[in-house]
Every structure is written in structure tokens, then in C-alpha cells.
């Protein structure tokens, strides 16, 4: 079996509680650096997780003889360069998501990746999640009969960091560096998940606005879209709305029933049909990659076919853009 030797650009918030961990979980895997622009960052996260080198320079990390697989887990407008920079090495590519601030930069992604045969690998880790794979599998088994409208419901308040200092915003309210406000960030595994359902969206357009005046990025978001099997949908987005309409569900509308469900808080999924109503708890692993990252491993040994691709990731980027009107 050949030994993965993992080095990660950017050790954040993700890589300590999402992804870092599970990376040395499977087998035949291991982390072997990680890089930060911050010296201290770096330095830190190599100590806590035993990792034997750091850097403050990504090429460097890169160039290391003794890493064969990169992790690229900084904000989207660096996706891009750091992908390319590893797939020109030779060294397949695991990337946050989205994969990109944008539909060109992942065609870029894609067009080196087919020159170079290096393979570039998506963190839409929901995909594999026991949680969303039971959603999905409720709909073949036809537990809704046909699907007939799908529908996105999406709403949180204002957090304090969002408006406390103007002048320092998180990144992911950047849209030089996120691509968007948090629509860029949170829609991404909502329709990354639709699309693995239901196929490709070919049609989709949105309308935009800024009703909170907290930032300069959408905060408000309404979009429609349809898939290539004919299957409409909907999807209502809400970043500064009140506590009490907070909500995080899809619906799946059948003609014989319906299918309702989270995607961040994982709150059992509502099966409705004509013998009544069902409440389905699943439980997902610890570390929510693990699944993904372990068939990233997988395929890169020859065991495996992973098929969460930068390809595949791609179409999620089009619908975003076409929704925020930048296409």
C-alpha cells in the first residue's frame, strides 16, 4: 500500500476540528508538515499534532521530498494557486470547499489537472456523511414516490464578529477572498448535496441584496434553479435575520410524500407519507471528513474509486455565481 504523506497550506479552525485529525486516522496516511503565513501558527498546530515539519512558505512545503499529497485548507482566492502550484509538482490535491472563489478559477483547476493526469479532490465531505447518504437513499428507494420540487431554507442572526470591527470583517465576509459573503460559504454543501441527488443544475438565477447594512456582501439571497432531469427548485438565504426565524432545512417535495432535513445541525430527518410521520436520528462520525478524506486515501492507493472530484465540485461554483450574478 502506498504511504500518504500529507502536508497542509493553512492549519485553521477546520484542520483542528474537522479534517486534521482524520487524516491520520486512516490508514496509510499521515501528515508529515503543515505551512502558515503566521510563523506561530504554524509552529503550534506542528506541536499539538505531532507533525514533524512547518513552514511559513507554501512552495517550500510543497518542494518537500517527504510530502506526496497536499491539503489546501486556506480561503477560497487561494485555492487556485495553491491546487495548480501542487498538481505542476506532481502532488494530487485535497481542497476546501468551495473549490474555488470562482467558476473560472476552478476551470483553471480542471485544465491542469487533465494536463498534468494529477487528480484534485473536493472537501464536500457531506457527501459521505451516513447522515445525508440515508437522505439519498430514501429518495431512490421512492419513499416520496416522485420528487416533484426541491426547496432550500436557510436563515441565522447577525453573529457579533459580523459588525464589530468594520475595519477587520472575517474572511469569509471578503468576497475578494471568500468569492461572496457567507452565501459562498454556507450554500456550497447545500447544492454540492442537491446535485449529487438529483444531477447537474443547468438553470439557475438568483436575486441579491444587502438589508442588514452590516457589511458590504449579499446578506439576502432568493434564487430558483433547475436540474438537468427537469426537477425545479428553490432557495431562500437569510444572514441577518431574527433569532426566531432561524432555520436550516431542505425540503424534498414527493407525490407521495415529503423529506425534510438539515445540513448543518444534522436535526432528524422528517419523513411524511400517507402512514404517517417518521423522525430519523443518524449519527455521523466525530470528525466529519473522515469518510471523505478516507476515500481520497483510498483511490490515491488504487483501492478505491473517489469520485468527490474538482470536476464534480465545479458545477457548484457555476450555480453560485449565476445565482449572485457574476456569470
Same mark, same amino acid.
Request: contains cysteine.
Given at each position: ?13 477546520v ?8 487524516f ?8 508529515? %508538515? ?16 505531532g507533525v514533524?515539519?512547518? +513552514?511559513?512558505d ?6 518537500d521530498? $517527504? ?5 489546501? %485548507? ?19 490535491? +485535497?481542497?476546501?470547499? !468551495? ?12 485544465r491542469?489537472?487533465?494536463?498534468? *493526469? ?8 457531506r457527501? #459521505? ?9 430514501l429518495?431512490?428507494?421512492g ?10 431554507r436557510?436563515?441565522? !442572526?447577525?453573529?457579533?464578529?459580523d ?12 468576497? $475578494?477572498?471568500?468569492?461572496?459573503? #457567507? ?16 444531477? /447537474? ?17 449579499? $446578506? ?9 432531469? *427537469?426537477l ?21 417535495i ?33 470528525? /466529519? ?6 476515500? /481520497?486515501c ?12 474538482? /470536476? ?6 457555476w ?9
Amino acid at each position: 500500500m502506498k504511504k500518504l504523506k500529507w502536508g497542509f497550506i493553512g492549519c485553521g479552525e477546520v484542520c483542528e476540528l474537522k479534517s486534521g485529525p482524520a487524516f491520520a486516522e486512516v490508514e496509510g496516511s499521515e501528515v508529515v %508538515a503543515v505551512m502558515s503565513r503566521t510563523e506561530q501558527k504554524a509552529r503550534l498546530y506542528a506541536e499539538r499534532h505531532g507533525v514533524a515539519r512547518w +513552514y511559513t512558505d507554501a512552495q517550500e512545503l510543497i518542494d518537500d521530498a $517527504d510530502v506526496n499529497a497536499v491539503y489546501v %485548507a486556506t480561503p477560497p482566492s487561494s485555492h487556485a494557486t495553491f491546487a495548480i502550484m501542487a498538481m505542476k509538482a506532481g502532488k494530487p490535491v +485535497y481542497v476546501e470547499k !468551495p473549490l474555488a472563489a470562482s467558476y473560472e478559477d476552478c476551470a483553471r483547476i480542471n485544465r491542469i489537472s487533465e494536463q498534468t *493526469g494529477i487528480p484534485c479532490f473536493v472537501a464536500y465531505y457531506r457527501r #459521505y456523511l451516513p447522515y445525508f447518504m440515508r437522505v439519498k437513499e430514501l429518495v431512490e428507494q421512492g419513499c416520496i414516490g416522485n420528487v416533484v420540487n426541491v426547496q432550500i431554507r436557510f436563515s441565522w !442572526p447577525p453573529r457579533q464578529l459580523d459588525y464589530a470591527h468594520p475595519e477587520n470583517l472575517p474572511w469569509r465576509l471578503q468576497p $475578494d477572498i471568500a468569492g461572496g459573503g #457567507y452565501f459562498y460559504d454556507m450554500a456550497p454543501h447545500q447544492i454540492d448535496l442537491l446535485q449529487n441527488m438529483f444531477g /447537474v443544475i443547468l438553470e439557475a438565477r438568483g436575486i441579491c441584496a444587502n438589508r442588514g447594512h452590516l457589511y458590504s456582501a449579499e $446578506d439576502s439571497v432568493s434564487a430558483v434553479f433547475q436540474f438537468e432531469n *427537469g426537477l425545479p427548485g428553490s432557495g431562500s438565504w437569510s444572514f441577518v435575520g431574527h433569532e426566531s426565524a432561524r432555520e436550516d432545512r431542505i425540503l424534498l417535495i414527493g407525490q407521495q410524500g415529503s423529506l425534510s432535513f438539515s445540513v448543518f445541525n444534522y436535526a432528524p430527518i422528517v419523513l411524511h407519507t400517507s402512514e404517517g410521520t417518521q423522525h430519523i436520528e443518524i449519527e455521523n462520525p466525530q470528525y /466529519v471528513q473522515y469518510p471523505l478524506i478516507k476515500k /481520497v486515501c483510498e483511490h490515491l492507493q488504487g483501492l478505491s474509486i473517489c469520485t468527490c472530484t474538482s /470536476v464534480s465540485a465545479t458545477p457548484v461554483n457555476w450555480v453560485m455565481d449565476r445565482i449572485l450574478g457574476k456569470l
